[in-house]
Antibody
Framework: QVQLQESGPGLVKPSQTLSLTCTVS??????????WSWIRQPAGKGLEWIGR???????NYNPSLKSRVTISVDTSKNQFSLKLTSVTAADTAVYYC?????????WGQGTLVTVSS | DIQMTQSPSTLSASVGDRVTITCRAS??????LAWYQQKPGKAPKVLIY???SLETGVPSRFSGSGSGTEFTLTISSLQPGDFATYYC???????FGQGTKLEIK
């Protein structure tokens, strides 16, 4: 059974960089034709796809966030990561990692990141 | 960018009711649509993929239909655990609908 787990700081200061890691267990991140995505959800609001990575390193990003987002993968650690720069209060949300490539069949439990000084 | 619009935003229903949620895409997405159920404090759970395929383990009272730009999720007989928020998602460029909150009447 594949499991995903997000980790990283729960509090980030405005203008700084948000960094999260998703650790995949129960299977190799490199096996199968899967893409690995980040999705976020502000409190009481809907879901927003941030971007995805294939294990080759190929990435796709939401155009609305593209200038601030970097997603990377470390296959040796079975992890992929998110960096979001120049954060503001509008980036406060629960951040999820999930497995694609089409619908998202496995999700992490989510981690709340608050942007505040 | 492909916009996904769900209706209604809120739906009040009773246990045993048949309910339908609609999702419209701003352009043709063929059958590249999924439906998710989300309960408070939990990650979304996929119910339907490719518009009408039932995810393994999901009860058969859930069904999906549609193609192109108009899609529906139907729950044939509501159970107590079905009261949640439902999202559609197109997986051409991955945008989600705004959600439909299904609440107890």
């Amino acid at each position: 059974q594949v499991q995903l787990q997000e980790s990283g700081p729960g509090l980030v200061k405005p203008s700084q960089t948000l960094s999260l890691t998703c650790t995949v267990s129960g299977g190799s991140i490199s096996s199968g034709s899967y893409y690995w995505s980040w999705i976020r959800q502000p409190a009481g609001k809907g879901l927003e796809w941030i971007g995805r990575i294939y294990t080759s390193g190929s990435t796709n990003y939401n155009p609305s966030l593209k200038s601030r987002v970097t997603i990377s993968v470390d296959t040796s650690k079975n992890q992929f990561s998110l960096k979001l720069t120049s954060v503001t209060a509008a980036d406060t949300a629960v951040y999820y990692c999930a497995r694609g490539p089409a619908h998202f069949d496995y999700w992490g439990q989510g981690t709340l990141v608050t942007v505040s000084s | 960018d492909i916009q996904m619009t769900q209706s209604p935003s809120t739906l009040s229903a009773s246990v045993g009711d048949r309910v339908t949620i609609t999702c419209r895409a701003s352009q043709n997405i063929n059958s590249w649509l999924a439906w998710y159920q989300q309960k408070p404090g939990k990650a979304p759970k996929v119910l339907i993929y490719k518009a009408s395929s039932l995810e393994t383990g999901v009860p058969s009272r859930f069904s999906g239909s549609g193609s192109g730009t108009e899609f529906t999720l139907t729950i044939s007989s509501l159970q107590p655990g079905d009261f949640a928020t439902y999202y559609c998602q197109q997986y051409n460029t991955y945008s989600f609908g705004q959600g439909t909150k299904l609440e107890i009447k």
